[in-house]
């Protein structure tokens, strides 16, 4: 059982930065690979970010590739999510998630995974 809880979400103008942090209850995140996902008003939720459970890999969303980067500190159970250069349709509220144990590869697919966080809120002005 993993329980997931976000922070870091905040009213920032386009071009500022954040960083989320999502700290994971547990003995063991470590062995989970860890996503962020979003969802802005009236959309899906989306695939944004991945990270193995070792943090030597990692996957983008091409939205985002170049500008976002996901790390973990396995030492601290906190996977991170650094944005820079941010945009208008970067605004959502923005989740992070483990899937089951045992995927080699991170999935991209939000239905794949199954411990969620309560969210946190990214909102970029023009």
């Known amino acids: 059982q993993v329980q997931l809880v976000e922070s870091g979400g905040g009213l920032v103008q386009a071009g500022g930065s954040l960083r989320l942090s999502c700290a994971a209850s547990?003995?063991?995140?470590?062995?989970?690979?860890m996503g962020w996902f979003r969802q802005a008003p009236g959309k899906e939720r989306e695939f944004v970010a991945a990270?193995?459970?070792?943090?030597?890999?990692?996957y983008y969303a091409d939205s985002v590739k170049g500008r976002f980067t996901i790390s973990r500190d396995n030492a601290k159970n906190t996977v991170y999510l650094q944005m820079n250069s941010l945009k208008p349709d970067d605004t959502a509220v923005y989740f992070c998630?483990?899937?089951?144990?045992?995927?080699?590869?991170?999935?991209?697919?939000?239905?794949?995974?199954?411990?969620w966080g309560q969210g946190t809120q990214v909102t970029v002005s023009s």
């Open positions: 547990g003995r063991t995140f470590s062995s989970y690979s």
């Open positions: 998630a483990a899937p089951p144990l045992g995927y080699i590869r991170p999935p991209r697919r939000a239905n794949e995974y199954h411990y």
């Open positions: 990270i193995s459970w070792s943090g030597g890999s990692t």
